[in-house]
């Protein structure tokens, strides 16, 4: 299992590019890098997932370096709705179907 | 398209009582997660079952955790006897099933807030 490490917290203003960055040094040739967005009292929803180079999608970017170790989320122009807790996820359970969650990085956006 | 249902959203109760969760998944998804999740930390996986079978309980604590997902659609998870340190919230999430490398993309219902007192 792919260990990964992103700041625990971030603080942001309206308007501004928010980048999440996430450290995952030892992640498996065929692991995909998933991105979860959780807001308070509610379940984790899915942001964007990618491989390799870059994904866009109409919420975020994924942009990853060629040697994969790495991983950062871009959210453009962050509102104060973007408040919330994001998670990094790579690699997966035992039965090879689940990722693992760890602490997220807390997002926090003020106006 | 209906998201994923949990009951109750709320419970309450005193240790060495039992609760029951239930999940109703998104149609036709074959994958079905209960998770755990302690306040200020990360969900963490507890069972993991493809259709009715379980693939995955290596983190459930089966002497006092159960669950059981009857007919490969509704799933029911069981705590008896509760602990304090089992206050949390229990997340279910449902997938469909690919296959591949690819991690199938979660969705995840509301969660049920356990207290116990």
């Given amino acids: 299992l792919a260990k990964t490490t992103q700041p625990i917290s971030m603080d942001s203003y309206e308007g501004q590019e928010?980048?999440?960055t996430c450290s995952h040094n030892n992640i498996a040739t065929n692991?995909?890098?998933?991105?979860?967005?959780?807001?308070p009292s509610q379940g984790p929803r899915f942001i964007i997932q990618g491989y390799k180079t870059k994904v866009t999608n109409e919420v975020a970017s994924l942009f990853i370096p060629a040697?994969?170790?790495?991983s950062t989320?871009?959210?453009?122009?962050?509102?104060?709705s973007d408040t919330a807790v994001y998670y990094c996820?790579?690699?997966v359970n035992q039965a090879g179907t689940a990722l693992i969650f760890g602490k997220g990085t807390t997002l926090s956006v003020s106006s | 398209e209906a998201g994923v249902a949990q009951s109750p959203r709320y419970k309450i109760i005193e240790k060495r009582q039992s609760v029951a969760f239930w999940c109703n998944p998104i149609s036709g998804h074959a994958t079905l997660y209960w998770y755990q999740q302690i306040l200020g930390q990360g969900p963490k996986l507890l069972i993991q079952f493809q259709n009715n079978g379980v693939v995955d309980d290596s983190q459930l604590p089966k002497d006092r955790f159960s669950a059981e997902r009857l007919k490969g659609v509704d799933s029911?998870?069981?705590i008896q006897p509760a602990k304090l340190e089992d206050s949390a919230v229990y997340l279910c999430a449902s997938s469909f099933y690919r296959g591949g490398d690819r991690p199938n993309e979660q969705y995840f219902g509301p969660g049920t807030r356990?207290?116990?007192?």
Avoid: C, M
Wanted: hydrophobic content about 40%; charged content about 20%.
């Fill in chain 2, 76 to 78: 029911t998870l069981k």
């Fill in chain 1, 18 to 20: 928010v980048n999440i």
């Fill in chain 1, 89 to 91: 996820l790579v690699g």
């Fill in chain 1, 31 to 39: 692991d995909y890098i998933t991105w979860y967005q959780q807001f």
């Fill in chain 1, 67 to 70: 040697d994969r170790k790495s």
């Fill in chain 2, 114 to 117: 356990l207290t116990v007192t």
């Fill in chain 1, 73 to 80: 989320l871009s959210l453009p122009r962050v509102s104060l």
